[in-house]
């Protein structure tokens, strides 16, 4: 029966529910003090991990996330959430690190694990990228199957069947082993981290490497100019009776 | 996460996401672990429980499915050992978790502390044997317990309790009954304290008895001003024969084990009042910095900066009384009761007044039950009350400085 190995890539983003306010200068966003938790995307591709195990087709599911210390709490709930054990391949506080970089750690553990699946969020909550995946499956030269609502081990373990959310609406793919996969919204519902896995996860084995040793080394190439708020909501235009509308819109345009 | 915030939020309630975010305070001093049961107990009531408090206050829902998700998480037992299905944190740990449930939905997390406070009874005051047969089906909440000591005739002169166990071979014979009983009536497993020998504090014991026992049957449903999402009734126990293998402890224990529940049930009433008087600050945050009345947000005030400063110094305050407690209590230092006294006196009445503050910032729109405030203040008022009065407390205390 398949034994496979996941590999999941995890990232710690400002959490989803904070008033993102941008800082004095407008060169980034207020991180300091602020709530971080996983990416909601990667919760869910750590879900869909660690049910392939419980369901017999995968054996071990490592995380993995590419960052500043602070994300060794993260990795913590990946362990409490079910993974086997952590991978962090740290970089320097302040550090600019890119799907880049993140995909040439990825891929660099995916080859040192002997991993058959990578799994990931289909894209960060802070940045939007939506390219991680899709950069590693390049890297390793494996198949790919992004925006993922269904994933199906075939018998064997061979093969995965990948059902993507595309703009025309549900397409599914067939991949050979090794693959990666990125995960969409409705994939799965993540667990809740249980009282007693909480516990069981301090015991899982959390590995901190240089991200550099594994070929993440910050390298960055983009400069951001700038970060501003969106433009604050206009007045609207009281008008007296239904004509009066329809000739509104069509004045502007809208109609 | 985020699947489950975009549903929270489609039930109308913002302020569910809101509410998981700790504030640093919150966190100050706590393990990484401590952070994660925190999280996780934020999270499940952000999202299982805040979207249903009204409607749980308004129909009066005893939530048994929302409390069987939350005992899947470990929450059914979480200071009851893990050989009968607990999970074997510290008080402590305890603590954190009730006041993070609190935020969804404090009279819920007050019953699930009571049934708590139950479940370790029978975990440490009972023989092997009860302890198999009651706990494992009390942590997975696929039974709820209720905690029986008040009577009409004793409130806090608790130990001048009449109800009678007439020892009959090998059973006693019920007869009284208990007032007030949470759960009373829903619940499956009573933890009942009556009288086995003579009077006062020395002539009672405990005995866990269940639902179904001929001779036991309960009054009418009370109307209360909160904790609605549990049943309070009169628990009537008529000729009620159990057997002498349901007693927990010796004969004349039995108000020893009631105390010592409750010790542990003051920091866990204290915690919940945590819990409201934390929502109920960013509630009144999000209000201020929203309103606007003379052409300007409310927070432009500073009257009400200055007040929103004071309730959340009394927040804190209170906080570090009930943690101190907690710690106290688990390293079994001998001032623990009486640290549990005082922090239940002090949280329960500063979280009121926190609670009352929040409302008053909200306006007229703090009296609307559209607004979750009011089921804050009126769901802590009674934890002034219950658990033993914030009067009976000043006793404790009053008696622990003055006999030495």
């Given amino acids: 029966m398949a034994a496979l190995r996941v590999l999941v890539g995890v990232k710690r983003v400002i959490d989803f529910a904070v008033k993102v306010r941008v800082m004095p200068g407008g060169q980034g966003v207020q991180t300091e003090g602020v709530k971080h938790s996983m990416n909601p995307f990667c919760e869910i591709a750590l879900e869909e991990a660690v049910r392939l195990r419980e369901r017999g087709g995968a054996a071990e599911v490592i995380a993995a996330a590419v960052g500043t210390s602070k994300c060794q709490e993260t990795l913590r709930t990946a362990l409490a959430m079910g993974a086997d054990r952590a991978v962090l391949a740290e970089v320097a506080a302040g550090a600019e690190v890119g799907p880049r970089e993140v995909a040439a750690v990825l891929a660099e553990l995916a080859r040192k694990h002997r991993a058959d699946l990578v799994l990931l969020g289909k894209q960060a909550i802070d940045d939007d990228c939506n390219q991680t995946g899709q950069m590693v499956a390049a890297l390793l030269d494996w198949p790919q199957g992004t925006f993922a609502s269904q994933l199906e081990l075939e018998e064997g373990g061979a093969a995965v069947r990948v059902q993507r959310e595309v703009d025309g609406g549900l397409e599914t793919l067939r991949l050979r082993l090794p693959a990666v996969v990125t995960a969409d919204l409705r994939l799965n519902e993540p667990r809740y981290a249980t009282l007693p896995n909480i516990m069981k996860a301090k015991k899982k084995p959390l590995e901190v490497v240089a991200a550099a040793e594994l070929g993440g080394a910050p390298n960055p190439r983009l400069k951001v100019l700038g970060v501003s708020e969106p433009p604050g909501r206009q007045g609207g235009v009281r008008v007296d009776d239904v004509p009066a509308l329809v000739a509104q819109l069509r004045q502007s345009g809208c109609v | ?404």
């Avoid at chain 2, 008087?277 to 910095?289: G, P």
């Avoid at chain 2, 209170?318 to 949280?347: H, I, P, T, Y």
């Avoid at chain 2, 009126?378 to 934890?383: E, G, K, L, N």
């Fill in chain 2, 1 to 404: 996460s985020c699947t489950r915030a975009a549903q929270a939020q489609q039930d109308g309630v913002a302020a569910a996401a809101v509410l998981s975010l700790p504030q640093p305070h919150t966190s100050a001093g706590l393990t990484e672990e401590q952070k994660e049961f925190q999280k996780v107990a934020l999270d499940f009531a952000a999202k299982e429980m805040a979207p249903h408090m009204a409607e749980w206050d308004e129909k009066e829902i005893f939530p048994v499915e929302t409390m069987r998700k939350a005992a899947q998480l470990g929450f059914g037992g979480i200071y009851v050992k893990p050989d009968v299905g607990g999970s074997g944190l510290s008080r402590l740990d305890t603590s954190i978790i009730f006041e993070a449930l609190s935020t969804g939905c404090t009279s819920t997390t007050a019953y699930m502390s009571i049934h708590n406070m139950c479940a370790w009874m029978i975990d440490t005051f009972g023989n092997e044997e009860q302890r198999h047969r009651f706990c494992p089906s009390l942590c997975s909440m696929e039974k709820f317990a209720s905690y029986c000591l008040t009577e009409p005739g004793s409130g806090s002169d608790a130990a001048s309790l009449l109800t009678s166990a007439k020892r009959k071979g090998d059973t006693y014979v019920l007869n009284g009954s208990k007032a007030f009983i949470s759960g009373g009536g829903d619940t499956d497993v009573y933890v009942v304290m009556c009288r086995t020998g003579g009077p006062g504090p020395k002539g009672i014991s405990c005995v866990v008895l269940e639902k179904g026992t001929p001779g036991l049957s309960f009054g009418k449903k009370e109307k209360k001003v909160g904790w609605n999402s549990q049943p309070t009734r009169a628990v009537i126990f008529e000729d009620c024969v159990v057997p002498v293998g349901n007693r927990l402890g010796a004969e004349g224990q039995g108000f020893n084990i009631a105390m010592k529940g409750l010790n542990g049930g003051r920091i866990n009433i204290a915690s919940c009042s945590l819990g409201a008087a934390h929502a109920s600050v960013l509630l009144a945050q999000e209000h201020l910095t929203v309103r606007k009345q003379f052409g300007e947000p409310l927070a432009s005030n500073q009257y009400l900066q200055f007040r929103l400063a004071e309730m959340a110094t009394r927040l804190v305050a209170a906080r570090l009384m009930v943690r101190n407690a907690a710690r106290a209590l688990q390293d079994g230092r001998e001032d623990a009761a009486v640290l549990c006294s005082m922090a239940k006196l002090f949280a329960t009445d500063e979280c009121f007044a926190v609670c009352n503050q929040a409302l008053q910032m909200h306006g007229g729109y703090g009296y609307l039950k559209d607004y979750a405030v009011q089921q804050f203040v009126r769901d802590i008022r009674v934890h002034q009350i219950l658990e033993g009065t914030n009067e009976v407390m000043r006793m404790i205390v009053a008696r622990n400085l003055l006999q030495g």
